[in-house]
């Protein structure tokens, strides 16, 4: 994993990139990262025609300015600030290459610039940053308290980049000194082959996991309706543990999942998950190889 040193989080004063900053005052000491706040405004919105740029500059570096005593008393990291004008989608993606960011954590359906879609999508910002980014980007969507990862929920299925993710998690499982719980769901309880073979996985996952001194356990879940009960029987299982503070989920897949990824059944996930998501692509895993 390359080295950076910056946590992004993009803010617009708004409630839930406001909750966002605050898990970032959690989030930062443990990755040992510097926070960076970034506010966003487009060339159209209502203070263009009120006020010049430099005006529009000046009033929210007011605000930023009000919030940074305080971020860095509760982070105890060094903390920045930085407006941009522009997509808001896009500009945190050049911000994230700027300041050399290691994560991107981003609060969801936080901005009224933001364009909602139905009950089961996230704002046309907060994808167009999931999807365009070359880093994870950590999504937070609920409000729950905690110190931000003891338990690590890293769902699988039976394709090379899915297990690649693992060692993400190790990593940021090492640096909370949180545990990791595997899952897989078996949608079609016919099929005897893949079921023997995702319970295999999950035993070899496990034992690779444990083997970096990180307790882990395994569990396969079964969904009755087919492939279209997966994500919610993925949240049900996440809200009856209840112990679970991240979800990792791969953008891009070879096969099984390619609709549960990339189409809304991923935004899904995002949006109703009360528990934060990491999400990463194969891109940003490179050559590692793990071997089982």
């Given at each position: 994993m390359q080295n950076t040193n910056t946590l992004l989080v993009p803010i617009d004063f708004n409630e839930q990139s406001m909750f966002a900053m605050e898990r970032s005052y959690v989030v930062a000491p443990f990755l040992k990262l510097d926070i960076v706040l970034l506010y966003v405004y487009e060339d159209n919105g209502i203070n263009?025609?009120?006020?010049?740029?430099?005006?529009v500059n000046s009033k929210i570096q007011k605000k930023l300015d009000s919030i940074v005593t305080e971020a860095k008393k509760r982070s105890g990291m060094n903390v920045t600030t930085?407006?941009?004008?522009?997509?808001?989608?896009?500009q945190i993606i050049l911000t994230a290459k700027e300041v050399n960011a290691r994560f991107i954590l981003l609060g969801t359906n936080n901005s009224s610039?933001?364009?909602?879609?139905?009950?089961?999508?996230?704002?046309?910002?907060?994808?167009?940053?999931?999807?365009?980014?070359?880093?994870?980007?950590?999504?937070?969507?609920?409000?729950?308290?905690?110190?931000?990862?003891h338990n690590i929920l890293l769902p699988l299925d039976l394709t090379k980049e899915t297990r690649q993710k693992?060692?993400?998690?190790i990593d940021i499982a090492k640096s909370f000194g949180a545990r990791i719980t595997v899952v897989s769901v078996l949608w079609s309880k016919k099929d005897k082959d893949i079921k023997d073979e995702l319970l295999q996985q999950l035993d070899q996952v496990r034992w690779f996991i444990e083997e970096q001194n990180i307790k882990c356990t395994s569990e396969l879940l079964e969904a009755e309706g087919g492939e279209r009960m997966l994500v919610p029987r993925l949240l049900k299982y996440i809200d009856k543990k209840e112990d679970i503070d991240l979800v990792m989920i791969m953008t891009q897949q070879e096969n099984k999942l390619v609709?549960?990824?990339l189409g809304s059944a991923a935004q899904s996930i995002i949006r109703l998950s009360k528990t934060a998501v990491m999400t990463i692509t194969p891109e940003q895993i490179g050559n590692e190889q793990l071997i089982f």
């Open positions: 263009a025609s009120l006020m010049s740029e430099d005006e930085i407006i941009k004008k522009g997509k808001v989608y896009r610039e933001e364009i909602r879609m139905d009950k089961n999508t996230i704002g046309s910002n907060t994808l167009k940053v999931i999807r365009q980014s070359k880093i994870p980007v950590i999504t937070i969507n609920g409000k729950k308290i905690s110190r931000f990862v693992v060692t993400y998690a609709e549960f990824f």
